[in-house]
């Protein structure tokens, strides 16, 4: 099919007579379905399909639902004169994108729809790429350079079409469980030609070597080529009994960057850590750049760009759109700064954990209690803004995580604590005197305090020390008062507010605390021989380790009960010895000799947390700072034995 030529104008006030012309179209395939074929939708399916779906064309919103959505959209051209409009753009049926303008279109099973990507299109104006995140890595003037480039050679351009599957069928309860495969509905096809001899491409024309065949990856499909010629695509949903209901998908062309974007090669999420109902997620460094660059300060004072969605896994329904922006959005029950969440979670910039770089952080609340979950980090739109008109204003979807939450209800997560800043972890707590939805900054605030109180002590004496004269120190000749003062707050937060974890956790590396003590639901460990060890119970009971608290506070004020304690990390304690002037007395505990008790050890690579330090994640402990080397046994065991509770 040939277009005649058009001036750039031209083409815009076709493609907008066009569209408008597609409106009238759909408003008469509408108000008289007898113009319009039927969906050949399986009788039994019921009209279940009630979210409207929304066609935008020219910016006007049309919402069509029940019947009206069962309307297959390959009408034949012949009704009205507004469609000779249509038919010199597209052949019959066959639906014109234009650059960046996603349209959003249901289908039933075994149906095929059509679209093309103009050439006119092609060799139209770009869309307007914004300034993107603070980033060195692409300058204006390469991208200026680049396309100037690409004008060259004859305007052939990339042309990026991708597809969201926004909405999928559901289980028909008549199918077999062998039917369902996977436990996910099947996945859309797309179809695409190059060739105007194959305008139509699908699964009719399967063996015409014109066309190319991809299936939907999780809801997510793309096609890139660099031409000048009209790109014809076909998408086309499985026949399928198994499932009822139609899909909904996203279709967008651009040539100049994806509309929708995936990475499938690494999450860029981590779990920090969690309570029975709350999660605290953060992503990987945002720049490596240190504190006085300017890349630095624009992400620290950035509005959090990305968004996270989180889905039960015991829930299927996320299955088969786990790579879809608009499916994850329709599909998942949490999201966390998204548009239209109305949820409690928080968002934010944080420069907290090892190296202080600036990261975005989740606070994730309304889970479920010992459950596993799916973490999806997400961008919408280009994160300021989203939708038709934007490049790349479909939004991206990184791979998914798992993360879980706790068992018992004497753990609580903090964050965001003033003095100890670098806390974020989940602490003792007593939901009886610290309600879980409104006492945790009561919590917070009675940890923090403590510290601040006992750090004030030390200032005092660090203020007696002549610490600038290092040669007393015996193993650093070059740690100033200002080293000291970090490493013992470094120290301090950590021993003070312990890292707390299920009781119920059988982790070897967890030390049971406060054993003596009642749960918070009045039954005691000597209740529960049937599920632990009775001669373990005595053993715990009858050590000062085991039976109380490190932190005599936490028993007296805060009362969790029997918990388990993830031992800070040896080498905080040894930073502290060697930072500080030996005449403040530090000293840490020798192995066998109180050092298992209330340090421990790095784990190995698999990214688990065996040991508290400010900053933790999951999958990002390799990169701490570990004292080697040092003979411990030339210092005291010294005081502070009320912290150490030793
Ligand atoms: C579904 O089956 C019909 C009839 O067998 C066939 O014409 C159609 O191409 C099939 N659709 C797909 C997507 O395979
Ligand atoms: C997002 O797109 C809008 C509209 O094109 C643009 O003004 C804005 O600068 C873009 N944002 C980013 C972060 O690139
Ligand atoms: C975090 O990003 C840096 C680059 O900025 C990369 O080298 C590192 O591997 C990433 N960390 C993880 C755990 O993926
Ligand atoms: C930060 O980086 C700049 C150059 O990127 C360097 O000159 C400066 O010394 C660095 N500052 C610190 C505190 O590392
Ligand atoms: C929590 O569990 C209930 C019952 O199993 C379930 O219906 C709900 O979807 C779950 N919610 C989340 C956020 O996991
Ligand atoms: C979730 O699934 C796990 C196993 O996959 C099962 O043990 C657990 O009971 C399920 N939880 C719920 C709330 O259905
Ligand atoms: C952190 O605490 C400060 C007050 O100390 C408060 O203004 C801020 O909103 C808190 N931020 C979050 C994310 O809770
Ligand atoms: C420690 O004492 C010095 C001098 O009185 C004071 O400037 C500083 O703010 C104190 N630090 C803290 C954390 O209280
Ligand atoms: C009390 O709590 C403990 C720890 O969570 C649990 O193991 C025990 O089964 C609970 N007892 C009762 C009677 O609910
Ligand atoms: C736990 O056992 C003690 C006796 O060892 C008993 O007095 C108490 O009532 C029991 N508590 C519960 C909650 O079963
Ligand atoms: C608890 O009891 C088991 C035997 O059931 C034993 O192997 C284990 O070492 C005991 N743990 C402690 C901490 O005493
Ligand atoms: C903890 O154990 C010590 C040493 O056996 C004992 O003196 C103390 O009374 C115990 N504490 C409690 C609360 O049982």
Not at 389 to 394: I, K, L, P
């Given at each position: 099919m040939q277009f005649p030529k058009l001036t750039p104008l031209q083409s815009r006030l076709a493609a907008t007579l066009a569209a408008s012309a597609l409106l009238v179209l759909l408003f008469f395939s509408l108000t008289s379905p007898q113009f319009a074929y039927a969906a050949e939708l399986d009788p039994r399916i019921p009209p279940d399909h009630n979210h409207p779906i929304a066609l935008d064309f020219c910016g006007t919103m049309m919402e069509m639902k029940e019947e009206e959505e069962r309307v297959a959209l390959d009408w034949e051209p012949h009704e009205s004169s507004i469609r000779k409009d249509l038919v010199r753009r597209a052949p019959s049926g066959v639906f014109a994108l234009s650059n960046n303008d996603p349209q959003s279109m249901d289908i039933g099973a075994g149906l095929t729809q059509n679209w093309v990507f103009p050439k006119e299109v092609i060799a139209g104006p770009p869309g307007v790429i914004g300034s993107g995140l603070p980033s060195e890595d692409i300058t204006e003037d390469e991208t200026a350079q680049t396309r100037s480039e690409l004008r060259k050679r004859q305007e052939i351009k990339t042309v990026h079409i991708t597809l969201n599957t926004c909405m999928q069928p559901a289980l028909n309860t008549l199918a077999y469980p062998a039917d369902i495969g996977g436990g996910s509905p099947p996945q859309l096809q797309l179809w695409v030609s190059q060739s105007s001899s194959l305008t139509n491409p699908g699964p009719g024309t399967r063996d015409n070597p014109n066309q190319q065949n991809f299936d939907f990856d999780g809801g997510f499909a793309m096609f890139e080529v660099d031409t000048a010629e009209d790109v014809y695509v076909g998408v086309s949903a499985p026949n399928t009994t198994s499932w009822t209901g139609t899909w909904n998908y996203e279709i967008a062309a651009s040539i100049d960057a994806p509309f929708h974007t995936i990475d499938?090669?690494?999450?860029n999420l981590f779990f920090v850590d969690g309570d029975n109902h709350a999660v605290l997620l953060v992503t990987n460094d945002t720049t490596q750049r240190n504190s006085t660059s300017e890349i630095y300060n624009q992400w620290m004072t950035i509005a959090p760009p990305y968004g996270v969605f989180a889905h039960n896994q015991n829930d299927s329904t996320i299955l088969g759109v786990q790579s879809s922006f608009c499916g994850l959005k329709n599909q998942a029950q949490i999201m966390a700064?998204?548009?239209?969440?109305?949820?409690?979670n928080v968002a934010g910039m944080v420069n907290r954990g090892l190296g202080g770089k600036p990261k975005e952080q989740f606070y994730i609340t309304d889970l479920n209690v010992s459950s596993a979950y799916y973490g999806f980090l997400a961008m919408e739109g280009n994160s300021t803004a989203s939708g038709a008109?934007?490049?790349?204003?479909?939004g991206k979807v990184w791979r998914a995580m798992n993360f879980r939450t706790k068992a018992e209800s004497n753990c609580a997560l903090l964050y965001?604590?003033?003095?100890?800043?670098?806390v974020a972890y989940a602490v003792p707590s007593n939901p009886d005197i610290f309600d879980p939805s409104t006492g945790v900054p009561a919590l917070a605030a009675r940890y923090d305090s403590h510290a601040a109180s006992l750090y004030q002590n030390f200032n005092y004496s660090l203020q007696q020390v002549p610490c600038k004269t290092s040669s007393v120190q015996q193993y650093s000749l070059a740690r100033t008062c200002d080293d000291c003062a970090r490493a013992y707050k470094t120290w301090l937060c950590a021993v003070t507010i312990p890292r707390c974890e299920d009781f119920s956790s059988t982790k070897s590396y967890l030390m049971p605390r406060n054993t003596a003590a009642e749960f918070v639901n009045g039954s005691s460990l000597s209740n529960l021989t049937d599920l632990y060890n009775p001669a373990n119970i005595t053993t715990w009971q009858s050590r000062v380790a085991s039976n109380s608290?490190?932190?005599p506070i936490i028993d007296s004020d805060i009362r969790p009960g029997p918990y388990k304690e993830v031992l800070p990390c040896e080498d905080l304690c040894y930073d502290l010895m060697q930072s500080c002037p030996a005449s403040l007395g530090f000293g840490c505990p020798l192995e066998g000799r109180g050092l298992d008790v209330s340090y421990g050890k790095r784990g190995g690579d698999n990214g688990e947390i065996t040991c508290s330090y400010l900053g933790a994640a999951h999958y990002l402990s390799g990169g701490g700072r570990v004292v080697t080397g040092l003979k411990v046994g030339v210092f005291m065991f010294v005081f502070w034995s009320v912290v150490l509770g030793l």
């Open positions: 499938d090669n690494w999450a700064n998204i548009q239209g969440a109305n949820r409690p008109g934007v490049v790349g204003g479909g965001n604590l003033t003095f100890c800043s670098e608290s490190r932190n």
